[in-house]
């Protein structure tokens, strides 16, 4: 590392400045010092002479006087001694003095008169002294004082010593400044650019940068920067492959570049109940979280590829601090994309919207997981409000855009589509229903289901996961509300507004390029495992929300099967179960997390053995970064949902397979098993089934897991978010709007708004 002229001129000029302005003040502290002592030493050896001196005057002694006067001579820095009389004459003084000294200081005849003793600097003939006077008082007044005469060249430093000894420490102190720079920040920054020129040049070897602590926040940006260039690199790479293979892949940036063509200068909000970022107190410091969603994971891509608002629910409890007075932010955090707009719910809002109906009523009734739906009215008049006061707050976000596109987010605000289209009906209102939507007899048992589906047909486009969830949702619309069905071109016309139906599997931001490939999975297992105590050869994973429709105790007692039927794969297997613990505050989860601990050590206490356990279970939030390694090393991973929409987690861990292996068991329950089909589908309340079904996963050859692995990898790379994103937006950017009633004769007849078939748009 060259260091330029300039830092070495700084730090010339600073240290030099700064030495001087201490060396001046430390010379003069020490001359201060020596003054005082000079001062104490002076006094010590007058008063020590009194008495002597008293006595030889009271004899009339003079000559003792000369004696006593000349032991001080050529005594180191003490030029030496004199007695004066009441007048000031000398009685007696040492040697050689009187010719240095000349006339009487005028330190003597001031004791004299006064009375006190006085010390002071002066010039003698030649040089400079120090006198201490101390006068001699008896009964009739003052008769005589004693001078101490001290040389004072010791004190008298040369300027230039200074000036020499500041510049020589100047010297000194840059060299080793410049020294310990070059060797502790030298080879850093060397490293770091060495890096970034690899990483420009596009060079392998620079996939990992050195650890450094000195740089380490520099370090962490050039990895995100590195990161979002590596990104962009294999994007334009895959799709450079692609236009040559005549191929067409969702990414990021074509979901940008579509977005902005479809919105033009309309502006994209989201509404969802959970936020994508929550503020957290932590010690005295501010944390800021991602919530564990798979909705925030789904939609977050959209909003970052289009800079547009998200209105949700403010769950932190530093949520309000580190927003403005509107509730407004920009986030993420490090690289700022778009708006987060926080709604604030009261306890009994929450309450009674979020625990009570959407998730003990709406959750059981649409999932069918043998849990029974509870309907309170209470909690359906809160459900009411909270959708009118997000209505407000999307209303407020929306003020001034013409024909601004809304992304509803869910069963949480099945009326939310409704009151924004009275309110705006320029406003092109989407809603995406996350989860199942049962048969019309199971839905038929809600007390609101006729205010529910107007709300939701207050929205110009719908979307489910799966076909299915479109013919019940029709099937349930035609048996509850006076509408018109469109089975042919799936849409609903209620009060001359017409709503398409569609599907949209949702998918996961796959990243095909697969860096971590070159990982040894077996490794990796052993290190996951040894920091739970436990040593197993094979390891399953199964990553949840601890929530009663994902089949966690159906999948630990198909765990117990296998040790049954397979007794072999005793002290070799374990299965890590990540489990998030989802709405403790409901009691059916509460009774869930208990019966979920209860078979985890049930189940361990049977078979456990030493250093070994067949169940770890990890009851707490896990970040995806904490969850990748698992399912990089997994054998198998096990989703046994009882009824889902998608599930994500299934093809995150294909997602995260670049090595292609592992094998993914998959409940025929679940959304992603349409799409899925090289996984091993099993009825998750078969345990037998789920027994076998890891049976085969373990025996599997490695060559039909790559061959099953790459073409599940295929389908999620193809069908990947930005395609999901790109599909909806796409077909709501379809959509005709009518903002002013029409008479009859006007009317011309009605069509439908998009003719796209649903199997194409399922593919």
């Keep these: 590392m060259k260091l330029n002229r300039r830092l070495i001129v700084s730090l010339l000029g600073g240290v030099a400045a700064v030495s001087s302005i201490f060396a001046i003040y430390q010379a003069r502290e020490e001359m201060h010092a020596l003054k005082v002592a000079l001062d104490r030493q002076a006094r010590l050896l007058a008063e020590s002479q009194r008495l002597p001196v008293e006595q030889i005057l009271q004899a009339g002694k003079t000559q003792d006087l000369h004696a006593l006067t000349d032991r001080y001579q050529n005594q180191g820095q003490l030029a030496g001694m004199a007695v004066y009389d009441s007048k000031g004459q000398p009685l007696a003084i040492t040697t050689g003095l009187e010719t240095r000294l000349g006339a009487t200081p005028e330190a003597v005849t001031s004791a004299l008169r006064t009375g006190q003793s006085r010390r002071t600097f002066f010039r003698a003939v030649r040089d400079d002294l120090h006198i201490y006077v101390l006068p001699l008082r008896t009964d009739a007044g003052t008769v005589g004082a004693i001078a101490i005469f001290h040389n004072v060249d010791y004190l008298t430093v040369p300027i230039w010593r200074h000036a020499i000894f500041s510049v020589a420490q100047t010297l000194l102190i840059v060299l080793m400044t410049l020294l310990i720079v070059r060797w502790s920040m030298g080879k850093p920054l060397r490293h770091l650019a060495l890096w970034l020129r690899d990483l420009r040049v596009g060079d392998p070897a620079a996939a990992k940068l050195p650890k450094d602590e000195l740089f380490g926040p520099l370090t962490t940006e050039a990895k995100s920067l590195a990161s979002s260039l590596h990104m962009a690199r294999a994007a334009a790479e895959e799709e ?10 969702w990414t990021a940036e074509r979901l940008r570049i579509s977005m902005q063509r479809k919105l033009g200068t309309s502006r994209l909000f989201a509404v969802s109940n959970r936020e994508p970022y929550e503020h957290v107190h932590q010690g005295n410091t501010i944390a800021c979280k991602v919530p564990p969603s798979g909705l925030v994971t789904a939609l977050e891509p959209v909003l970052r590829a289009c800079d547009g608002t998200w209105i949700a629910q403010a769950t932190g409890d530093a949520d309000r601090e580190t927003a403005d007075e509107h509730g407004r932010l920009r986030v993420p955090p490090d690289h700022q994309q778009y708006s987060l707009r926080r709604v ?34 209470e909690d359906w008049n809160h459900y009411q409000t909270v959708n009118r006061k997000f209505a407000e707050a999307v209303c407020e976000e929306m003020e001034g855009e013409h024909e601004p596109f809304v992304l509803v ?9 409704r009151m924004l289209k009275e309110r705006r009906p320029d406003a092109r209102i989407a809603l995406f229903w996350h989860i199942p939507w049962p048969n019309p007899e199971a839905f038929g048992i809600c007390p609101w289901q006729r205010e529910l589906l107007d709300g939701m047909l207050g929205a110009d486009l719908i979307g489910f996961h799966i076909q299915a969830h479109c013919n019940n949702f029709l099937a349930t619309v035609e048996r509850a509300l006076e509408s018109r069905i469109d089975h042919a071109h799936f849409s609903v016309n209620r009060q001359d507004h017409l709503t398409s139906v569609r599907p949209f599997p949702i998918s996961v931001a796959f990243n095909g390029n697969g860096h971590n490939a070159a990982l040894d999975p077996a490794a990796e297992r052993s290190r996951l495992l040894h920091q739970f105590g436990v040593h197993a050869e094979f390891m399953g994973v199964g990553v949840d929300r601890v929530d009663y429709t994902k089949g966690i105790p159906e999948r630990f007692r198909g765990v117990e099967r296998l040790m049954e039927l397979y007794p072999d794969y005793r002290e070799k297997l374990t299965f890590v179960q990540i489990g998030a613990p989802s709405r403790t505050f409901i009691k059916r989860y509460q009774d869930l997390m208990a019966e979920v601990e209860g078979e985890a050590e049930r189940i361990n206490r049977r078979f456990q053995t030493g250093s070994w356990k067949p169940i770890v279970f990890l009851k707490r939030h896990h970040s995806h970064e904490e969850i990748q390694p698992y399912y990089r090393a997994a054998d198998f991973c096990m989703v046994t949902a009882l009824h889902d929409g998608m599930n994500l987690v299934a093809k995150e861990f294909v997602g995260a397979r670049a090595d292609e292996q ?15 089909a090289d996984a091993l589908i099993v009825n998750p309340y078969d345990t037998d089934e789920l027994a076998h079904a890891m049976h085969a996963a373990l025996t599997m050859p490695a060559d039909e897991q790559r061959i099953r692995m790459a073409r599940m990898r295929a389908v999620v790379k193809e069908r990947n978010v930005y395609r999901w994103a790109g599909s909806l937006i796409g077909e709501l950017a379809g959509v005709r709007l009518e903002t002013a009633p029409r008479t009859i004769s006007e ?7 998009v003719v796209a078939r649903a199997a194409r748009l399922a593919g």
């Design 662 to 676: 592992g094998s993914l068991i998959l409940s025929r329950f679940t959304g992603a098993s349409h799409e899925l």
């Design 747 to 753: 009317q011309p007849p009605r069509r439908p708004q």
């Design 240 to 249: 450079a492959r692609l236009r040559d293979a005549s191929l067409s892949l």
């Design 344 to 377: 604030w719910l009261s306890k009994q809002e929450e309450d009674g919207f979020y625990f009570g109906f959407a998730n003990e009523g709406l959750w059981p009734l649409c999932h069918i997981a043998h849990t029974r739906p509870i309907f309170r009215t």
């Design 409 to 417: 987010q869910d069963y949480h605000f099945a009326l939310l589509p």
